[in-house]
Structure formats: structure tokens, C-alpha cells
């Protein structure tokens, strides 16, 4: 692909398809997957852009950045989860409403 328009067309879709499951997923981990298909599309976009666009950006060191961002994300959310699923044995986020307070 020679051309920017093709990875803008995917990011935007994979980005909408990430946002579409952190709205409807009532499940955590659900959630957690939507956040992360939402970070790919960033990283996508960065990457295109530094190929196409600006040679002087650093998409792909932004882009590493990122992805070790989304890895500490995931797993402080997993804990969370985990500890909230040993606690109520449930991961839908409808039915927790300890941390409103």
C-alpha cells in the first residue's frame, strides 16, 4: 500500500469497533479488549502518518510507548477485575457500584 488513505480507512474502523464494544459490553474483560482495539488504532495512525506524512516524527518510538502503556493498563485492570470478581463473583460492571464513593 502506497498511499495513507487504506491504514486511515482501518484505523478508523478497528477504532469504531473498539469504541462500539467499551459502550455496549457490560463484561470487564470485554471492556478491557475495547480499550485495547481503541490503542491499536492510535498506534496504527502514528505509524501511517510517520511513514506518510512527517518523516520527523517518531511514530513507531510513540507508537512502542503505547503498546507498554496498554501492557501496564491491562494488567492493573486484570487485577482490579480479578479482585473484584473474588469479591462479588461477577465481572459485569453493571452490577458493581462499590467505587462510586
Same mark, same amino acid.
Given at each position: 500500500?502506497?498511499?495513507?488513505?487504506?491504514?486511515?480507512?482501518?484505523?478508523? &474502523?478497528?477504532?469504531?469497533?473498539?469504541?462500539?464494544?467499551?459502550?455496549?459490553?457490560?463484561?470487564?474483560?470485554? &471492556?478491557?479488549?475495547?480499550?485495547?482495539?481503541?490503542?491499536?488504532?492510535?498506534?496504527?495512525?502514528?505509524?501511517?502518518?510517520?511513514?506518510?506524512?512527517?518523516?520527523?516524527?517518531?511514530?513507531?518510538?510513540?507508537?512502542?510507548?503505547?503498546?507498554?502503556?496498554?501492557?501496564?493498563?491491562?494488567?492493573?485492570?486484570?487485577? &482490579?477485575?480479578?479482585?473484584?470478581?473474588?469479591?462479588?463473583?461477577?465481572?459485569?460492571?453493571?452490577?458493581?457500584?462499590?467505587?462510586?464513593?
Amino acid at each position: 500500500m502506497n498511499s495513507l488513505l487504506p491504514y486511515l480507512i482501518t484505523a478508523g &474502523i478497528v477504532f469504531s469497533l473498539g469504541i462500539f464494544t467499551i459502550i455496549y459490553k457490560k463484561n470487564a474483560v470485554g &471492556i478491557l479488549m475495547g480499550v485495547e482495539l481503541v490503542l491499536n488504532s492510535v498506534n496504527l495512525n502514528f505509524i501511517a502518518f510517520a511513514r506518510f506524512v512527517d518523516h520527523q516524527l517518531n511514530g513507531q518510538m510513540i507508537a512502542i510507548f503505547i503498546i507498554i502503556l496498554a501492557a501496564a493498563e491491562a494488567a492493573i485492570a486484570l487485577a &482490579i477485575i480479578l479482585n473484584l470478581y473474588r469479591l462479588r463473583t461477577t465481572v459485569d460492571v453493571t452490577q458493581m457500584n462499590e467505587m462510586k464513593n
